[in-house]
T-cell receptor
């Protein structure tokens, strides 16, 4: 199958910016996604970017896409303790979503 | 809509027993996905359906696993016989148009096989 890779852990202080990185392999994905998983819950879509875009901003979230390097990043501005969760990037492969391993974001007060 | 509903939320069973996980997708969604989440392997796609028809079951680990979707509002994932290595959180998700649109996830079923 396709590989989507992420770093496993990120720790930031409240109020700082967080940047979560992801590399993917399937260059034919029309969309790339960021999902958030809080403890004991399912995944929720945070944001997505169309593959012909370089950047998408949505309130505190900024997604950057570098298609040449197959690199996707999610920046969270003014990170809050409520942002503590696991963040997954995902691409489409054979009609379904393929997820990275997830990055656990810990926000320290 | 109540979202994707999975039952049970937690299941503890003994090795060798049959386990059935249930999912009710969001009404009107044509696609249904079953995923398994473990610490070691992350989120793995097991199988997905389009209009109740299985499209890709290449992620089903072995013949002990089977999934059905008898109608648009119900799907089951069955493990028979269960083994300790099947312990994981199993998620069901649905989407209106498949890949390229948002997938809505249920709360998951945490399965423990002892």
């Amino acid at each position: 199958g396709e590989d989507v890779e992420q770093s496993l852990f990120l720790s930031v202080r409240e109020g700082d910016s967080s940047v979560i990185n992801c590399t993917y392999t399937d260059s034919s994905s029309t969309y790339l996604y960021w999902y958030k998983q809080e403890p004991g819950a399912g995944l929720q879509l945070l944001t997505y970017i169309f593959s012909n875009m370089d950047m998408k901003q949505d309130q505190r979230l900024t997604v950057l896409l570098n298609k040449k390097d197959k690199h996707l990043s999610l920046r969270i501005a003014d990170t809050q303790t409520g942002d503590s969760a696991i963040y997954f990037c995902a691409e489409t492969f054979r009609g379904a979503l393929t997820f990275g391993s997830g990055t656990r974001l810990q926000v320290q007060p | 809509d109540a979202g994707v509903i999975q039952s049970p939320r937690h299941e503890v069973t003994e090795m060798g027993q049959e386990v059935t996980l249930r999912c009710k997708p969001i009404s009107g969604h044509d696609y249904l996905f079953w995923y398994r989440q473990t610490m070691m392997r992350g989120l793995e796609l097991l199988i997905y359906f389009n209009n109740n028809v299985p499209i890709d079951d290449s992620g089903m680990p072995e013949d002990r696993f089977s999934a059905k979707m008898p109608n648009a509002s119900f799907s089951t994932l069955k493990i028979q016989p269960s083994e300790p290595r099947d312990s994981a959180v199993y998620f069901c998700a649905s989407s209106p148009q498949g890949a390229g649109t948002e997938a809505f996830f249920g709360q998951g079923t945490r399965l423990t096989v002892v």
